[in-house]
Each structure stands twice: as structure tokens, then as C-alpha cells.
């Protein structure tokens, strides 16, 4: 059974940066896309970032374009979400997800349903 657990999250200030990490165990990882997703106080859940399975391709929602780089190592079987710039809108728990793909190319996206796992997220707080 794979299982994702998220880690990195914290209480910081606005302008400030984190890196969050996507620790997979159970699952082949290299046959998985990977992305982050976040959901803020009273907000459904958001895609933030998606990466294909070897790390060649990345996607993006507008929000964050520019200020967060999704990242993955599948030596060691972790997806990463380095967040510069980081506003008090950021705010949220960010959960990672693994959807399984045959294409090389294939960056997944908001759909929620094509995910296989989740993890069970971290919290992000920023401050003004």
C-alpha cells in the first residue's frame, strides 16, 4: 500500500521561503506523476504545482508561477515545493498527491480524481 507523508511546512512571515517534502513509500515513485495541492481556511482545495515522472515537465497555477519550483528526486523517492516569496494568501494545508501514468510527458493538473495517494498534508502559515 503506498502511503505519502508530507513534511516541511511552518509558521513564517511574509517575503520569507520554505521547502516542503513528499517522503513515498510503497509504490514504485518513478512510475508517478507527482503535485501539490493546498487548501486555505474555508477554500475548496487548489492545485498548486504538478510534475511529470522524471521530472522533465512542471505545471503551474497562475497564483505561484514564478515563486514556487515543484522538484523530484526519484533516488530518493521524494517530490519537493520550494515557496519564495511567500504571502499571507499562501496560507493553507499543502497536501501532495501521486498519480500513476504509462506517458513520460503527462503533468497532472486539478482533476482531483485521477490521484491514487495522498498524503495527509502540512501546514503552511504566513504572517504579515
Known amino acids: 500500500q503506498g502511503r505519502l507523508n508530507e513534511s516541511g511546512g511552518g509558521l513564517v512571515q511574509t517575503g520569507d521561503s520554505l521547502r516542503l517534502s513528499c517522503s513515498a513509500s510503497?509504490?514504485?515513485?518513478?512510475?508517478?506523476?507527482m503535485a501539490w495541492l493546498r487548501q486555505a481556511p474555508g477554500k475548496e482545495r487548489e492545485f498548486v504545482a504538478g510534475?511529470?515522472?522524471?521530472?522533465?515537465?512542471?505545471n503551474y497555477a497562475d497564483s505561484v508561477k514564478g515563486r514556487f519550483t515543484i522538484s523530484r528526486n526519484n533516488a530518493d523517492n521524494t517530490a519537493y515545493l520550494q515557496m519564495n516569496s511567500l504571502q499571507v494568501e499562501d496560507t493553507a494545508l499543502y497536501y501532495c498527491a501521486a498519480d500513476f501514468s504509462v506517458r513520460s510527458n503527462y503533468v497532472p493538473g486539478p482533476e482531483e480524481r485521477t490521484y491514487d495517494y495522498w498524503g495527509q498534508g502540512t501546514q503552511v502559515a504566513v504572517s504579515s
Open positions: 510534475i511529470s515522472r522524471k521530472g522533465r515537465y512542471t
Open positions: 510503497g509504490l514504485n515513485f518513478a512510475n508517478y506523476a
